[in-house]
């Protein structure tokens, strides 16, 4: 299970994302299938071909990447961190080994 969970919305429409931070349990035990109900097409198609070809070997290198990899996707779409489960948004930046840009907040007039 991962260590800890960032909460991402997306200012432009609203959108909102859970991206695990850490180990994938769920990409050891089910390979690309996670990506799938992410909704990540992409990682979906490359993990799955390259258990393909390495008859499943490649999840056990994937499930040590995959959620940083999910993560810069999500910051590279415009999402931005809104908060996380555990700790604070600059530890876990520090974990993924890149600053997560945070979610401004909003005041009403």
């Known amino acids: 299970m991962a260590n800890n969970t960032i909460y991402f919305e997306n ?3 609203g959108q ?8 994938s349990w769920t990409t050891f035990f089910f390979g ?3 990506m799938l109900f992410r ?5 979906f198609a490359i993990i799955l071909i390259i258990a393909i070809i390495t008859w499943g070997l490649g999840n056990l290198v994937f499930m040590f990447i995959i959620n940083k990899f999910y993560i810069k996707d999500l910051v590279s779409d415009g999402f931005k961190a809104k908060s996380v489960k ?4 600059e530890q876990v930046s520090m ?3 890149f600053p997560v840009p945070v979610l ?3 005041t009403a007039a």
């Open 32 to 34: 690309p299938f996670p």
């Open 104 to 106: 401004e907040a909003t």
């Open 39 to 43: 909704g990540s097409w992409k990682w």
């Open 16 to 23: 909102m994302k859970e991206a695990p931070v850490g180990f």
């Open 86 to 89: 555990i700790g604070t948004l």
């Open 95 to 97: 974990s993924v080994g």
């Open 11 to 13: 200012p432009r429409t």
